[in-house]
């Protein structure tokens, strides 16, 4: 049972380029997450999404886009990167809204030059 | 919003000994404290959760404890081990149409042999 799967783990990116962060759950999960960490800033919501083809934005949702066109996918696109993108990308799945416990993937560590 | 804030931010104790790490949050209406450990590399595992009509769980050498009144709860562990070592996260849920996380800002764990 592999969980949720990130890939890729390690990225760099000059500044203006657009990249896809992938996350993938086996765990019929209704709800998916990703998350960016940050030093002393904890984990910060970026976007969320209830169900198949649907998102919502989170605390942080400037600057990226996501899209679960199937059940157990759920991607986070950079259209034109900047340094303050700089961070560790978290995605995450429950069976349910915040009372329900997430279950995160390995993390991406993204580096924008 | 709701804002969770965790202390202390890092924490070093010796093998055997004990170690609390405190939250507070600003919503009278959470009523959802999970904690997350995150090992090196690793994306945050839940360890232990309260919810809101309990003022206290156990699980082995962790505890948690909840006082609602001052909107403040804890995380206790005893005879720890450097296997304990980690950062810790706490979480306090919100409620905006959606209910989601509020992370703390995370405490790293040093347990020295």
């Known amino acids: 049972n592999a969980g949720v799967t990130q890939t890729p783990k390690f990225r760099v990116l000059k500044t203006g380029q657009s990249m896809t962060l992938l996350c993938a759950q086996d765990?019929?999960?209704?709800?998916m997450y990703w998350y960016r960490q940050d030093p002393g800033m904890g984990l910060r919501l970026i976007h969320y999404?209830?169900?198949?083809?649907?998102?919502a934005k989170g605390e942080v949702p400037d600057g990226y886009n996501v899209s679960r066109l199937k059940k157990q996918n759920f991607l986070l696109g950079l259209e034109s990167a900047a340094p303050s993108q700089t961070s560790v990308y978290f995605c995450?799945?429950?069976?349910?809204?915040?009372?329900?416990?997430?279950?995160f993937g390995n993390g991406t560590r993204l580096t924008v030059t | 919003g709701e804002n969770v804030e965790q202390h202390p931010s890092t924490l070093s104790v010796q093998e055997g000994d004990s170690a609390v790490i405190k939250c507070t949050y600003s919503?009278?209406?959470?009523?959802?404290f999970p904690w997350y450990k995150q090992e090196l590399g690793k994306g945050p595992q839940l360890i232990i959760d309260?919810?809101?009509?309990?003022g206290e769980k156990k699980d082995q050498r962790i505890a948690v404890t909840l006082n609602k009144t001052a909107k403040h709860f804890s995380l206790h562990i005893t005879e720890t081990q450097p296997e304990d070592s980690a950062v810790y996260f706490c979480?306090?849920?919100?409620?905006?149409?959606?209910?989601?996380?509020?992370f703390g800002t995370g405490t790293r764990l040093l347990v020295s042999p």
């Open positions: 919503d009278s209406a959470s009523n959802y």
């Open positions: 999404s209830v169900g198949e083809g649907t998102t």
């Open positions: 995450a799945s429950s069976q349910g809204q915040g009372l329900a416990p997430l279950h």
């Open positions: 309260i919810r809101s009509n309990v």
């Open positions: 765990m019929n999960h209704e709800y």
């Open positions: 979480a306090a849920s919100m409620n905006t149409g959606f209910q989601k996380l509020v």
